[in-house]
């Protein structure tokens, strides 16, 4: 069975704080694909990265990172320096080879709030 | 390119009542798929379809059929609409070429049912 954990429902933080939003994952596929969208509160999902089970480097983005551990079964989601702007749902998902990458699987979603 | 479309963005329907749901992409993808959302819950796969003519069932199938006549249209359909099926419902599309992991979604519709 494939599942996504977002254990962290929502995170309020002030402008330029540092925020990271945690992934875990479970599959038994050796080939899978992760996933962060982004849904601002006008309600459309904007996808933002992807990162195939065979690349476990750290990527930089602007103001995003993201650090993926095969190890952990972990993908986390890190915001340098938040805006207001970066204010809205977040959310982790999953596709795998057994599938045929047609199925992803989501996490519950963690909504960030970011303050003035 | 629009991208992927959605129509209509908002719906109130009555217990029993049927409707489609309408969906259109073109940027000639094979893969389209339909989303539903609830509160939290994320997001969960109705039925998706990999080219023209071909469909199957995801995590939650029931209540709703599709057909896949051509590449850019994918209509969800709801037979007799039920209150459980208030939800935002999403289409996405993939390429089967390049980039063909990555889904990419549409605006949404919003959809009460009485």
Same mark, same amino acid.
């Given at each position: ?116 | ?68 006549? $051509?590449?850019?249209? !994918?209509?969800?359909?709801?037979? *007799? =609409? @039920?209150?459980?099926? $208030?939800?935002?419902? !999403?289409?996405?599309?993939?390429? *089967? =070429? @390049?980039?063909?992991? $990555? ?12």
């Amino acid at each position: 069975a494939q599942k996504v954990t977002q254990a962290q429902t929502e995170i309020s933080v002030v402008e330029k704080e540092d925020v990271t939003l945690d992934c875990v994952y479970e599959t038994r596929d050796t080939t899978y694909y992760l996933f962060w969208y982004k849904q601002p509160p006008s309600g459309e999902l904007v996808f933002l990265i992807r990162r195939n089970s065979f690349d476990e480097q750290n990527e930089i983005s602007g103001r995003y990172s993201w650090n993926f551990q095969k190890s952990t079964s972990s993908f986390n989601f890190t915001i340098t320096a938040s805006q207001v702007v970066d204010s809205a749902v977040y959310f982790c998902a999953l596709s795998g080879f057994s599938g045929g990458y047609n199925k992803l699987i989501f996490g519950a979603g963690t909504r960030l709030a970011v303050h003035p | 390119n629009a991208g992927v479309t959605q129509t209509p963005k908002f719906q109130v329907l009555k217990t029993g009542q049927s409707m489609t749901l309408q969906c259109a992409q073109d940027m000639n993808h094979e893969y389209m798929s339909w989303y539903r959302q609830d509160p939290g819950m994320g997001l969960r796969l109705i039925h998706y379809s990999v080219g023209a003519g071909i469909t199957d069932q995801g995590e939650v199938p029931n209540g709703y059929n599709v057909s896949r006549s $051509t590449t850019e249209d !994918f209509p969800l359909r709801l037979l *007799s =609409a @039920a209150p459980s099926q $208030t939800s935002v419902y !999403f289409c996405a599309s993939r390429n *089967s =070429a @390049a980039d063909q992991e $990555t889904q990419y979604f549409g605006p949404g519709t919003r959809l009460l049912v009485l």
